[in-house]
């Protein structure tokens, strides 16, 4: 059994760790931080655990490159994040009462401790990924993906430590739903089923997913600029022109993705038949 300085001794160590991670690590000026910390250890872990099971449950994985396990354990990495960031911006976007109009105030100046601490993790996936893309350049993508992570961040880092317009940060951030379709298309290409009837459920599904997330939704998104518009300008110059900018550039390689999409969905399904 354990003695009685041994229990104290561990209730001592309980209770120093508690007051650690609620005056430090969870507290307000904190709570960033250590989501950014976050984010970057959960990349680690998704990408390890990706190499794991790959490597138990397919047997063609260890005949890849070593290129190719990389990207392969990337886009499993970047699936974890896109699955956590798209729950928690349609639940804070459309299901909490963060952003209502029935609440008193702009709410372009809305933030809470958890939309603070989601952003956060997004910061540290989309530094983590965008390290992995410029080590491998451009292996893993080419410039416009280091354009897309580079807008990304300035708008998600400014937003978290601003507390600006983050209910349209989170509209764009629904868009990383596509990801997990495009990851899956791009496994399914590599493992060498791209004739296989899922390939072509997901391309029609990627192409309806895109449409809602990366185009109308968009809209949307500029449809509540124009209507909040007295709120939108109430916020600083640099929040104005983040609001502005990011969406309309990431809209136009949006319709540009779109048309590669709907293409290649024609040319599929032409084969098809």
Same mark, same amino acid.
């Given at each position: 059994?354990?003695? /009685? ?7 001592? #160590?309980? =209770?120093? @760790? ?8 969870? @507290?307000?000026?904190?709570?960033? =931080? ?12 998704? =990408? ?16 890849? /490159? ?16 896109? +699955?956590?960031? /798209? +729950?928690?911006?349609v639940y804070l976007v459309f299901f909490s009462n963060l952003f209502s109009d029935q609440l008193d105030g702009p709410v372009t100046f809305r933030s809470s401790n958890l939309s603070n601490f989601t952003l956060g993790v997004s910061v540290g996936y989309f530094m983590t990924d965008l390290a992995m893309i410029?080590?491998? !350049? ?19 880092? =400014? @937003? ?6 983050? *209910? ?5 951030? %629904?868009?990383?739903?596509? /990801?997990?379709?495009?990851?899956? &298309?791009?496994? *399914? ?24 997330? &990366?185009?109308?939704?968009?809209? #949307?998104?500029? !449809?509540?600029?124009?209507?909040? #518009? ?11 022109? *983040?609001?502005?900018? +990011? ?13 590669? %999409? ?6 599929? *399904?032409?084969?098809?038949?």
């Amino acid at each position: 059994m354990m003695s /009685t300085t041994s229990m104290l001794a561990a209730k001592a #160590y309980k =209770y120093k @760790a508690e007051s650690l991670v609620k005056e430090y690590l969870l @507290a307000d000026s904190y709570v960033s =931080y250590t989501a950014v910390l976050g984010g970057i250890l959960m990349c680690k872990m998704a =990408y390890d655990i990706t190499s794991l099971i790959s490597s138990l449950y397919y047997k063609g994985y260890g005949s890849l /490159t070593k290129i190719q396990k990389l990207e392969w354990n990337n886009r499993g990495m970047s699936t974890v994040h896109a +699955v956590f960031i /798209t +729950v928690m911006s349609v639940y804070l976007v459309f299901f909490s009462n963060l952003f209502s109009d029935q609440l008193d105030g702009p709410v372009t100046f809305r933030s809470s401790n958890l939309s603070n601490f989601t952003l956060g993790v997004s910061v540290g996936y989309f530094m983590t990924d965008l390290a992995m893309i410029l080590w491998a !350049y451009p292996s893993l993508g080419g410039m416009e993906y280091v354009l897309h992570h580079m807008l990304s961040l300035i708008s998600i880092v =400014y @937003a978290m430590y601003s507390g600006e317009g983050q *209910l349209y940060t989170y509209m764009v951030l %629904i868009s990383e739903t596509t /990801t997990p379709g495009i990851n899956l &298309r791009w496994f *399914l290409d590599t493992a060498g089923l791209k004739k296989s009837k899922a390939y072509l459920v997901n391309g029609v599904t990627m192409f309806v997913a895109w449409l809602v997330a &990366r185009i109308i939704l968009f809209v #949307y998104l500029f !449809y509540h600029i124009y209507f909040h #518009y007295d709120q939108v300008k109430q916020m600083h110059t640099f929040s104005c022109i *983040l609001i502005f900018a +990011v969406p309309t550039i990431l809209l136009v390689m949006n319709t540009m993705w779109f048309a590669k %999409i709907l293409r290649g969905l024609k040319k599929t *399904l032409a084969k098809r038949q």
